[in-house]
């Protein structure tokens, strides 16, 4: 026992000193990243690791003190990170998610936002043939607080008081009602997301509902001639706040999609790789729903006349979707996302997906 005490102080002797240096430079990295170590202390970050490396592992083989081991491995590990981990500022990030990860997602999950989109407008054409079967179906689908003062009963006029706000009153209840509506919908649009786990059927179903809300209201504004009316002003903040909703609905499908069809993979790692992409599409769902709040609280206001609402709702939904469809296109790295992208969604036995940006 007192032998390999003295053997592992003597070992410990002879390296101490590169194991103190390599330790400043590595605490420096962390405190004041990479890029602020000097020429000499990067070079020595790499000598001194590779040194560490070896030391840890003839420590190994020798079978050292246990509190040496644990010494050298955390150095190592602390060392490997300042190394090798990438060094990218927060803007950095933010930069690569809407510059590339995140548009390069949406075009993988093709097929999971057309799903998507079918199921809400399933729904709207669902609410649209109820309501002009029945009216009454109206009362069975949509709650008092988000009619907002509308419904089957209420006349043409008042039904164009609140789509325009003519006085105090109806502008308060529009106020209201938007407020209503957009909770609303950012409450379906997490849900969708976060049940898509259960084989999609729960925000398949939610897609639906929603769609036949909207349906309902398509329906009684048509009907009572008025349907641009309220088209102009859902597509001042809708077009934005429907598309969050169907991209929140395809995140939840692609997890699904892993619990359904795992594939040559175990359906927890089927859910890992589908899960970077659908995580994407969470938070860009999230951000949008954020635009189409800022929308609603201005442009509503400001903007009264249809035709201009029309513009500014629909030239922002182009904006998105030329964002989606050429954001990230034509480099090196698209190409290497897109393998790995096909890989994580059939189920290949590689690594290609594991580090998916």
């Known amino acids: 026992m007192s ?25 420096k990295a962390e405190k004041r990243g990479v890029r602020r170590l000097s020429f000499e202390e ?14 840890l592992s003839v ?5 050292l003190d246990r509190a040496l081991l644990d010494y050298l491995d955390a150095l190592c590990a602390r060392a490997y990170l300042a190394v090798y981990a990438p060094q990218e500022t927060l803007a950095g990030v933010v930069w690569r998610f809407f510059a590339r990860g995140c548009p390069q997602a949406m075009r993988r999950s093709g097929w999971h936002l057309l799903l998507s989109l079918f199921a809400l407008s399933l729904g709207v054409v669902a609410g649209w043939l109820l309501f002009i079967t029945d009216p009454s179906w109206w009362n069975s689908f949509i709650p008092g607080d988000l009619g907002g003062g509308r419904g ?33 919908n950012v409450r379906i649009a997490i849900f969708c997301f976060a049940l898509g786990i259960l084989a999609c059927i729960p925000s398949f179903v939610l897609a639906v509902y929603n769609g036949i809300i909207l349906g309902l209201f398509l329906a009684l504004h048509f009907d009572r001639g008025i349907g641009w009316d309220l088209v102009g002003w859902l597509s001042i903040h809708g077009v934005t706040e429907l598309a969050a909703i169907v991209i929140a609905c395809a995140g939840g499908f692609r997890l699904g999609w892993a619990v359904i069809f795992p594939g040559n993979l175990t359906r927890r790692d089927q859910l890992r790789r589908h899960g970077r992409d659908a995580a994407k599409l969470a938070v860009l769902a999230a951000i949008m729903l954020l635009v189409a709040g800022i929308l609603e609280g201005f442009f509503r206001q400001l903007v009264q006349d249809m035709e201009t609402r029309l513009i ?12 989606i469809l050429l954001a990230g296109r034509g480099s090196t790295a698209e190409r290497r996302d897109e393998q790995r992208g096909a890989h994580a969604h059939y189920g290949g036995n590689d690594r290609l997906g594991e580090d998916a940006a």
């Open 59 to 63: 420590a190994r083989e020798i079978s």
């Open 312 to 323: 500014v709702g629909w030239g922002i939904g182009l904006l998105w979707l030329l964002w």
């Open 42 to 55: 990067a070079r020595d970050l790499a000598i001194l690791y590779r040194q560490a490396v070896n030391s």
């Open 3 to 27: 032998e390999d005490l003295i053997r592992s102080a003597r070992f410990r002797a002879e390296r101490e000193a590169d194991w103190k240096r390599l330790q400043e430079i590595v605490t």
């Open 152 to 184: 089957p009963g209420a006349s043409t006029q008042q039904l164009l008081d609140v789509i325009y706000g003519d006085g105090q009153e109806s502008g308060s209840q529009l106020a209201a009602f938007a407020t209503y509506l957009f909770s609303h």
